[in-house]
T-cell receptor, first 115, second 111 residues
């Protein structure tokens, strides 16, 4: 099984619908992140969490919310999806310093299309 | 975190060494240089990181200049599967923030 699992892998939803993207990890890491990637662009940080009680906004948090249900689970929600939220979404984890042997570990991504 | 500058794209023949440069002239003493790569829409993959000494692992070598203002990622024998976007990221261990990805270098390995 993958260290960082994202579900669903692909999703098409309609404008105005609420949608949740889920992420779970078996790395035992405290820190979890949600990134968004648009075609031809790098990854941009949406939200990050350093532990269950700690949630922080990234550079593009508007229109998104998150929930850290447990150390291993971090969900991203779009309360009312809009077409410009069509993108590839990645979840990632890291250890305390981020300089562990493997640095950050990313999931395989969720491709979201809002029509 | 210090800003990095990378070429937009590079080509490399299969079997040859791929040398990917990165400039980080504003790097500070406690900032590490990380390299990640992303193979066509997959999740980014950690490659290597270093502080000031050169580093080598099973994937690549990282050469950091003595003044630490630039570095080079070396893939010693590039294969077609190394075609990807390579990101050079500079970050301190206590910055408290996630990795900041730029646009990276798109490396094309050709037969």
């Amino acid at each position: 099984d993958a260290d960082v699992t994202q579900t669903p892998r692909n999703r098409i939803t309609k404008t105005g619908k609420r949608i949740m993207l889920e992420c779970s990890q078996t790395k035992g890491h405290d820190r979890m992140y949600w990134y968004r990637q648009d075609p031809g662009l790098g990854l941009r940080l949406i939200y990050y969490s350093f532990d269950v009680k700690d949630i922080n906004k990234g550079e593009i948090s508007d229109g998104y919310s998150v929930s850290r249900q447990a150390q291993a689970k971090f969900s991203l929600s779009l309360e009312s999806a809009i077409p410009n939220q069509t993108a590839l979404y990645f979840c990632a984890t890291s250890d305390f310093t981020g300089t562990g042997l493997n640095g950050y570990t990313f999931g395989s991504g969720t491709r979201l299309t809002v029509v | 975190d210090a800003k990095t500058t990378q070429p937009t794209s590079m080509d490399c023949a299969e079997g040859r060494a791929a040398n990917l440069p990165c400039n980080h002239s504003t790097i500070s003493g406690n900032e590490y240089v990380y390299w990640y790569r992303q193979i066509h829409s997959q999740g980014p993959q950690y490659i290597i990181h270093g502080l000031k000494n050169n580093e080598t692992n099973e994937m690549a070598s990282l050469i950091i200049t003595e003044d630490r203002k630039s570095s080079t990622l070396i893939l010693p024998h590039a294969t077609l599967r190394d075609t990807a976007v390579y990101y050079c990221i500079v970050r301190s261990t206590n910055s408290g923030y996630a990795l900041n990805f730029g646009k990276g270098t798109s490396l094309l390995v050709t037969p």
